[in-house]
């Protein structure tokens, strides 16, 4: 199972609908700070919903005055429409969530 980190997101044309990512593969181990392997690159939804289902974890990255933050474990949603999505698997912690990403 890989990690991968989501540093920043662009949303659809209504706004509130995550779009694309970047993001990039965790270099793993114990490495501090968190930290990818290669530069982020940009992807679509579908790449990151993919990556879920092949069992690899995907969360959020947060940079703060404190160091890097990890968010909450990203799941694929399902909204009414039958479009698939992205969020968060838990909104407990307020200000981790994937729309407080900054976005690109």
Known sequence: MALF?????RFDDSGQRIAKVR??????GQVMPPAMVDDPQ????????DTIANGDEVLPKFQSENGIILGPK??????????????????DVPGHSLSDLPSF
Do not use: M, P, R
């Open 5 to 9: 980190f989501i540093e920043a997101v």
């Open 74 to 91: 990203v799941v694929g949603i399902q909204y009414d429409d039958g479009v698939h999505g992205l969020s968060t698997a838990s909104n």
């Open 23 to 28: 993001w990039g593969k965790s270099k793993g």
């Open 42 to 49: 940009e992807a679509d939804v579908q790449a990151v919903l």
